[in-house]
Nanobody, 125 residues
Framework: VQLQASGGGLVQAGGSLRLSCTAS????????MGWFRQAPGKEREFVAS?????????YYADSVKGRFTISRDNAKNTVYLQMNSLKPEDTDVYYC??????????????????WGQGTLVTVSS
């Protein structure tokens, strides 16, 4: 499975961005999908994940609850991360990931099997 993330950029605090991650090479609906972020010298941090198939379950880090929304469109093989009310501390490189385990929440980096390249989000104060 290959993952291609896009949508990062520079935004002012309080603004919004939508990240997209398009998958190829596998049956997209069979994978749980997630977003992580990482700053230089720090560990990769869980942001949000969504279950496979219909995506009926979503999970969020406490730091983004109420501001970020993860969704998926299986017809387009794409997962989205809508980010609202952005803060300077949201500045990071964001990575999408796909995990083969279904039926359980995936929130740790080691639980995901495939990773896309990062997309940089910069929030100015």
């Amino acid at each position: 499975v290959q993952l291609q993330a896009s949508g990062g950029g520079l935004v002012q605090a309080g603004g919004s961005l939508r990240l997209s991650c398009t998958a190829s090479g596998g049956t997209f609906k069979n994978y749980a999908m997630g977003w992580f972020r990482q700053a230089p010298g720090k560990e990769r941090e869980f942001v949000a994940s969504i279950s496979g198939n219909r995506g009926s379950s979503q999970y969020y880090a406490d730091s983004v609850k109420g501001r970020f929304t993860i969704s998926r469109d299986n017809a387009k093989n794409t997962v989205y991360l809508q980010m609202n009310s952005l803060k300077p501390e949201d500045t990071d490189v964001y990575y999408c990931a796909a995990g083969r385990r279904l039926g359980v929440p995936l929130t740790r980096a080691y639980e995901f099997d495939y990773w896309g390249q990062g997309t940089l989000v910069t929030v100015s104060s």
